[in-house]
């Protein structure tokens, strides 16, 4: 299994807790990617939103692009993977920029692919929004265009939603950066397979991931492409035993009022095709991390991690909070990959 993590550019992933103690900021994150690093973590997720999602639209949100190039100048092996929206970027522009980040990172860049929900973030922006089928139907042309500008000397391209002619990007990347996207709609799915390298789902117990799988893994097989990642997000608690686990649970789950984002979140629900009914307590933390419940004592989470490994699972797209410390004592009782004098201390100076 491989470890990844969202990096906090929301200042964190508790929608009923105000404050975290991990700020939107340049200082925090590049203390966490740094230090991520040495604790063992493979990959972040940078996403990308301009209004904030988790603690309202009022409060700051971290630039994913932006972040990212600052990111790639300082790290060494962390795989970045960027949120991007075709909606909000051009896409021979999007290919030039990521291919320069993608030379000043060495080959780390990737691509998360968001057919865009937020209709109102939209239109504050003064950017087209589109129908669900529209969305994934402009999503495929952006791809096509990204990736033909990424492969060829020049590339024209006559679309529905884009238009080149004898287009340039040079520099290339330092390598294709891989295509991550997710989608539960058959739509989605169907695009999904054919034009990216990697699926990511929202959380959900081993026995509703498997069959998600399984579906992807036979559509790239009937059109003769390649094995692709499975990625899954999760919320992780680990503590010493199960009560005190069940506690901090508790903790972050209890909603006395409906928190500031809230109208967000049913707006997003509105514009999507989820395949169950999301209730009001899995809204304290996003994209259904609860459901995985990666919840408990080292030992029972790394049986549960064995499990979705058994069914395909490649990546684990982790949410924490605060996010150092926890993601610090993670990588100690469950990953098991951190060398002594961090877990002493070294790394977490940084904070």
């Not at 600052?70 to 990521?98: G, Y």
């Not at 998600?212 to 919320?235: L, Q």
């Not at 979140?265 to 514009?271: E, M």
Request: hydrophobic fraction near 45%; include cysteine.
């Amino acid at each position: 299994m491989r470890y990844g993590y969202w990096m906090p550019v929301f200042g964190g992933w508790l929608r009923n807790v105000p404050d975290e103690g991990m700020e939107a900021s340049w200082d925090y994150t590049r203390s966490l990617a740094q230090a991520s690093e040495q604790w063992g973590y493979s990959l972040s997720l940078i996403a990308e939103l301009n209004l904030n999602d988790i603690k309202g639209v009022e409060q700051p949100a971290l630039d994913a692009w932006s972040t990212a190039a600052a990111l790639a100048a300082v790290t060494d092996e962390l795989e970045l993977m960027v949120a991007v929206r075709p909606n909000f970027h051009h896409p021979a522009l999007l290919a030039k920029a990521a291919a320069n980040i993608d030379r000043i990172a060495g080959g780390r860049l990737a691509l998360n692919v968001v057919s865009s929900w937020w209709a109102d973030e939209a239109k504050q922006y003064g950017l087209q929004f589109d129908q669900h089928d529209d969305r994934y139907a402009r999503t495929s042309e952006w791809l096509k265009v990204v990736d033909g500008l990424w492969t060829e000397d020049r590339f024209s391209f006559d679309g529905d939603f884009y238009k080149l002619q004898d287009a340039i990007c040079s520099p290339k990347p330092a390598g294709r950066p891989v295509v991550y996207a997710g989608g539960e709609s058959d739509l989605a799915k169907a695009m999904i397979a054919a034009q990216c390298d990697a699926y990511v789902m929202h959380g959900d117990p081993a026995e509703a991931i498997a069959p998600k799988i399984a579906d992807m893994a036979a559509r790239r097989e009937a059109i003769g492409k390649p094995a692709m990642t499975y990625g899954m997000a999760a919320y992780a608690i680990v503590r010493d035993t199960e009560a005190e686990a069940r506690r901090e649970l508790e903790r972050i789950t209890t909603v006395a009022e409906l928190p500031a984002g809230y109208a967000n979140f049913d707006q997003w629900l509105s514009g999507t095709q989820l395949e169950r009914e999301m209730k009001l307590q899995e809204y304290s933390v996003s994209n259904r991390g609860l459901r995985p419940n990666l919840v408990g004592t080292p030992e029972q989470l790394r049986e549960r991690i064995e499990e979705y490994e058994a069914v395909g699972l490649d990546l684990l797209l982790l949410q924490m909070s605060p996010q150092a410390e926890e993601m610090e004592r993670f990588a100690v009782q469950v990953m098991g990959t951190v060398p002594a004098e961090v877990h002493q201390g070294h790394a977490k100076s940084v904070f």
